[in-house]
């Protein structure tokens, strides 16, 4: 008989004050953040809870106050080689706030004199200003706003007081994330004509990081929820399914370290001074590995990551473009590069995540110039020749975007100008010309590929070796033409 999950069916009794205010309360802060939390408090002497900010007016916030904040993150993967399962009850949240019902409680979370941490995701789109929230005492519609509404209520409670300030540490994937908040708070500060004594607060007393987080969070584990409730014992409705990778990299001094002693509770957590070349090593190693493997596979016959990655061929050709034509570029240890890309590729084989490859491709052409891109122009700077691979990706790409291979559709997802381009290119004739038309489009890369000595040459003969062999020539690329 499954118990239900609350503070009176479980032994932790413990009470702990609220140090972080967390705005967001959906898969992954719940399995990145908190999960973080609730190892800090029994490893370390943090001893601190966190209180969740509903962001937006029908959320999970009911959900979670009727298992008193309590829930299991499950971790599936591979570790050293190995599947790894481990289920933790995490018991670190307090509950949740709902600032659209109950304004007078979400302003009163600012008055706590414990409170020490901001944290948040609420989707890239999260950190922006809206010049139609126009009053400062009616909740505000963005973030932001309602940081702005939220530290105002601490500025007046504590007169000002320098020591009340906090570490902001949002989660949201945009470069230079805690940058850009400060902005905003900042845009509303003057939007609302709120006083200079309350900007220069701002400004002086409360630190804001840029972060950059990496975890693969499926979510709830629809499929296998009954095992996991039966081996718990518990009617869990709040399960998160994670991988076991964390990586939490925090541009923070000695002061946020201290506050938030992640490294005495051996956690993956980094605080650095410039987090620039950890987010170009994921981006160019784990976003680009995707990208440059996903027309590779698909046209290969293959739907997954893992299948992908298991694939003689396609394992082999990945781990030889990650190696030899992606980490010469980056300018991190090669002990930490090669540590984090065998950490991909373990990543990638997860048997317990389904990664479907048609789904990755989701704006491919943005994303091939962002992820693989600065790589191929890196590799030519540093080598002087072309990386085989990376331009073997490219042309399986334009490839790719014809929207058919071998008699069967391929459900292509781009922006109607990128579809349309790729439908009049297909149609022209060609493959020296479609390749042509496609490298000099400079919408596309934002320079005319064309121009590079030997790189429409490389990749109209892969075209055409993949248009005449209906088949992908995996073994023996070269990029010394």
């Known amino acids: 008989m499954l118990k239900e999950l609350n503070r009176t069916t479980i032994s932790d009794s413990s009470v702990r004050p ?25 490893k370390t002497s943090f001893n601190g809870s966190v209180q969740i900010i509903q962001p937006i007016a029908q959320g999970m916030g009911d959900m979670i106050n009727s298992q008193d904040g309590l829930y299991h993150v499950v971790l599936n993967g591979i570790k050293n080689g190995k599947e790894s399962q481990n289920t933790r009850l995490i018991t670190c949240v307090k509950g949740a706030i709902n600032p659209f ?179 170009t090593r994921k981006v160019r190693i784990l976003n680009g590995a995707h990208t440059t493997l996903v027309p590779v596979a698909y046209l290969k016959g293959l739907r997954t990551v893992r299948e992908s990655i298991e694939d003689p061929s396609t394992g082999n050709y990945l781990r030889k473009t990650i190696f030899e034509e992606i980490i010469p570029t980056l300018d991190l240890s090669q002990e930490e590069l090669t540590q984090f890309s065998n950490d991909v590729i373990e990543r990638f084989q997860n048997p317990f995540i389904r990664h479907e490859l048609i789904s990755i491709s989701l704006n491919s052409i943005s994303k091939y110039k962002v992820r693989v891109l600065p790589s191929v122009l890196k590799y030519i700077e540093i080598r002087n020749q072309l990386p ?56 596309f890369w934002g320079q005319d590929l064309t121009q590079i000595k030997g790189l429409l040459q490389i990749v109209v003969l892969y075209l055409n070796q993949i248009e005449s062999e209906k088949s992908l020539p995996l073994e023996g690329l070269t990029g010394n033409r």
């Not at 205010?21 to 399995?31: I, M, S, V």
């Not at 008055?111 to 010049?131: C, H, K, M, Y």
């Not at 530290?151 to 470069?175: A, V």
């Open 18 to 42: 609220v140090k972080i205010l967390q705005f967001g309360e959906g898969n992954f802060l719940r399995a990145f953040v908190d999960w973080m939390i609730d190892i800090l408090n029994e």
């Open 101 to 279: 019902t109950d304004h007078g409680a979400f302003l009163k979370t600012a008055e706590n004199p414990d409170l020490r941490f901001i944290v948040s995701n609420t989707t890239e789109a999260g950190i922006n200003f809206d010049q139609k929230d126009t009053d400062s005492k009616t909740l505000a519609q963005t973030f932001p706003g309602k940081l702005t509404q939220l530290l105002f209520h601490r500025f007046q409670y504590y007169n000002g007081s320098p020591d009340k300030g906090l570490i902001i540490i949002p989660c949201e994937l945009i470069e230079k994330n805690g940058e850009n908040l400060k902005i905003a708070i900042i845009q509303y500060v003057h939007h609302w004509n709120l006083s200079s004594d309350f900007k220069s607060w701002i400004e002086d007393h409360n630190i804001f990081c840029n972060t950059l987080v990496d975890r693969i969070v499926p979510g709830f584990p629809k499929d296998s929820i009954g095992e996991i409730q039966q081996s718990t014992g518990y009617k869990d409705q709040l399960v998160v399914m994670a991988e076991p990778f964390h990586l939490w990299v925090i541009e923070g001094d000695a002061i946020v370290q201290k506050a938030l002693p992640m490294h005495e509770a051996e956690l993956d957590v980094k605080f650095v001074k410039d987090l620039t070349p950890y987010r």
């Open 388 to 443: 085989a691979r990376l331009l073997f990706s490219l042309a399986a790409l334009i490839r790719f975007y014809k929207g058919n291979w071998n008699g069967e559709e391929i459900p292509l997802n781009d922006t109607p100008e990128v579809l349309q381009f790729f439908k009049d290119a297909w149609q022209s004739g060609s493959t020296d010309k479609i390749a042509t038309l496609t490298l000099s489009n400079v919408s």
